[in-house]
């Protein structure tokens, strides 16, 4: 059987067997793979993570919630929380405060420059989304954000 090169992405693949080619489970994770590198180089050139924008955009959606409830939301693990809100604070974007109902809790807030910041990070990653997305019409990315929030939704 002759050597078969594939495209997947911009990236060539050599001999991906087609088997694996034609699962969803194997292009998921692919595109993961190409959408990680994206949305990570996008947000490191101005000095941000995940965590940051994740941590931020719940605290925005949500309002004030304490540092166990931000993992939660956020998807982070407890030790990631408390070293994610360290650095927003430094750079004035969250502020941390002892929770009256509760004073070994914090409570944290999202500051007016951490909202800022935030809306700044929304067109960081729009621009990321569009790179990943290019061969892809309005209605096709509207379509496929509908079909896997089926499939996370369906599992829980």
Not at 11 to 30: A, C, F, K
Not at 45 to 53: I, K, L, N, Q, S
Not at 55 to 76: C, K, N, Y
Not at 82 to 109: C, S
Request: charge should be neutral; charged fraction near 25%; hydrophobic fraction near 40%.
């Amino acid at each position: 059987m002759a050597n078969k090169s594939v495209d997947c992405g911009g990236m060539e693949t050599r001999m991906t067997p087609q088997r694996l080619r034609s699962t969803s489970t194997w292009l998921l994770g692919q595109a993961t793979t190409h959408a990680h590198r994206l949305v990570t180089d996008a947000l490191g050139a101005v000095g941000a993570r995940r965590y940051h924008y994740s941590l931020m955009a719940a605290l925005e959606e949500f309002g004030p919630a304490s540092q166990a409830d931000l993992g939660r939301r956020g998807g982070l693990d407890r030790s990631d929380v408390v070293a994610t809100v360290n650095e927003l604070a430094d750079r004035g974007f969250v502020e941390r405060r002892p929770d009256p109902a509760d004073r070994r809790r914090n409570i944290v807030n999202i500051t007016p420059s951490g909202e800022a910041h935030l809306r700044h990070l929304d067109q960081v990653l729009g621009q990321a989304q569009d790179a990943l997305l290019a061969p892809l019409s309005a209605a096709e990315r509207e379509e496929l954000a509908r079909m896997l929030n089926a499939v996370l939704k369906h599992h829980g």
